[in-house]
T-cell receptor
Framework: EAGVTQSPTHLIKTRGQQATLRCSPISGHTSVYWYQQALGLGLQFLLWYDEGEERNRGNFPPRFSGRQFPNYSSELNVNALELEDSALYLC?????????????FGEGSRLTVL | AQSVTQLDSQVPVFEEAPVELRCNYSSSVSVYLFWYVQYPNQGLQLLLKYLSGSTLVESINGFEAEFNKSQTSFHLRKPSVHISDTAEYFCAVSEGGNEKLTFGTGTRLTIIP
């Protein structure tokens, strides 16, 4: 069974540009979570999608947005990139069979903003 | 609001020595607690969790953690570490069972041969 897959693995952008990151959850999982892992800051919760709807949002500006498609894959968009957006962006999925706290993570997309 | 503190950013330990990785949380309601591990060049994976019941929980590779409500702690321990335990360990909390995990800043465990 395939795990959570993310693309691209690496992405280099310049300030002011837009970045789009993609995530495919484990087959059968309906919830997708996005986290930002910046150096020294741990994982910061960004967004949670379930059944195509945004369920919760972390303390990030509106230029961080996303969506979930009918096949439960998800996209994270970051507009007007700033240098401090450089980080590893992790996607995770959950089986939806009641919340047990187990998230299945992808290996991440590393975004570098120059 | 829930928060998690991992005071030790790096912990070096000799092989076969015991280790404790500290985790404290802050919450005004009941919590679920977790330890996730990130091995080099891999994604995070769940190591162990406390949802309810026995306050001592164990993983399949010899780690254990104890939920201490009075001290709001969930420290991770292993009596004898191996080289393969080299990884970054993240403590996380879910407040009131809601579907949002708040992570600590992580502790990098380095095993010295």
């Amino acid at each position: 069974e395939a795990g959570v897959t993310q693309s691209p693995t690496h992405l280099i952008k310049t300030r002011g540009q837009q970045a789009t990151l993609r995530c495919s959850p484990i087959s059968g999982h309906t919830s997708v979570y996005w986290y930002q892992q910046a150096l020294g800051l741990g994982l910061q919760f960004l967004l949670w999608y379930d059944e195509g709807e945004e369920r919760n949002r972390g303390n990030f500006p509106p230029r961080f947005s996303g969506r979930q498609f009918p096949n439960y894959s998800s996209e994270l968009n970051v507009n007007a990139l700033e240098l401090e957006d450089s980080a590893l962006y992790l996607c995770a999925s959950n089986g939806g069979q009641g919340w047990t706290g187990e998230l299945f993570f992808g290996e991440g997309s590393r975004l570098t903003v120059l | 609001a829930q928060s998690v503190t991992q005071l030790d950013s790096q912990v070096p330990v000799f092989e076969e020595a015991p280790v404790e990785l500290r985790c404290n949380y802050s919450s005004s309601v009941s919590v679920y607690l977790f330890w996730y591990v990130q091995y080099p060049n891999q994604g995070l994976q769940l190591l162990l969790k406390y949802l309810s019941g026995s306050t001592l929980v164990e993983s399949i590779n010899g780690f254990e953690a104890e939920f201490n409500k009075s001290q709001t702690s969930f420290h991770l321990r292993k009596p004898s570490v191996h080289i393969s335990d080299t990884a970054e360990y993240f403590c996380a909390v879910s407040e009131g069972g809601n579907e949002k995990l708040t992570f600590g800043t992580g502790t990098r465990l380095t095993i010295i041969p």
